[in-house]
Nanobody, 126 residues
Framework: QVQLVESGGGLVQPGGSLRLSCAAS????????IGWFRQAPGKEREGVSC????????YYADSVKGRFTISRDNAKNTVYLQMNSLKPEDTAVYYC???????????????????WGQGTQVTVSS
C-alpha cells in the first residue's frame, strides 16, 4: 500500500523556521522524484519544491527560492523541506507527492502526481 506521511507542521512566528518530513512506504520511493506542494484556503494546490530520485536535481517556486531547502535520505525513505524566514503568505496545508511514473522527473505540475499524503498544516502568524 502506497503511503506518504507528512509531519513537522505547526504554528510559527514570521521569520521563524520549520522542517517538514515526508515518509514514504509501499513503493520504491528512492526511484521517484518527490515534490512538496501547498494549498491555502480558497486557492488551488501549488508546487513549492521538488527533488529528483538521486537528489541531483532540485527545483523551487520563485516564492520560496532562497528560503526553502529540499533534501532526501533514501536510506530512510524520507524527504525533507527546511523552511526558513517564513512569511504569513506561506500559511497553507503542505503536501508531499510522488509522480505518476518513475520516468517523470522533478517538476511542479500537480497533474503529474498521483500519490499524495494527508498534509500537514503550517501557520505563520504573530
Amino acid at each position: 500500500q502506497v503511503q506518504l506521511v507528512e509531519s513537522g507542521g505547526g504554528l510559527v512566528q514570521p521569520g521563524g523556521s520549520l522542517r517538514l518530513s515526508c515518509a514514504a512506504s509501499g513503493f520504491s520511493s528512492d526511484n521517484y522524484a518527490i515534490g512538496w506542494f501547498r494549498q491555502a484556503p480558497g486557492k488551488e494546490r501549488e508546487g513549492v519544491s521538488c527533488i529528483s530520485s538521486s537528489a541531483g536535481t532540485t527545483y523551487y517556486a520563485d516564492s520560496v527560492k532562497g528560503r526553502f531547502t529540499i533534501s532526501r535520505d533514501n536510506a530512510k525513505n524520507t524527504v525533507y523541506l527546511q523552511m526558513n524566514s517564513l512569511k504569513p503568505e506561506d500559511t497553507a496545508v503542505y503536501y508531499c507527492g510522488a509522480p505518476i511514473a518513475r520516468s517523470v522527473g522533478c517538476g511542479l505540475r500537480v497533474r503529474w502526481y498521483d500519490k499524495w499524503g494527508q498534509g500537514t498544516q503550517v501557520t505563520v502568524s504573530s
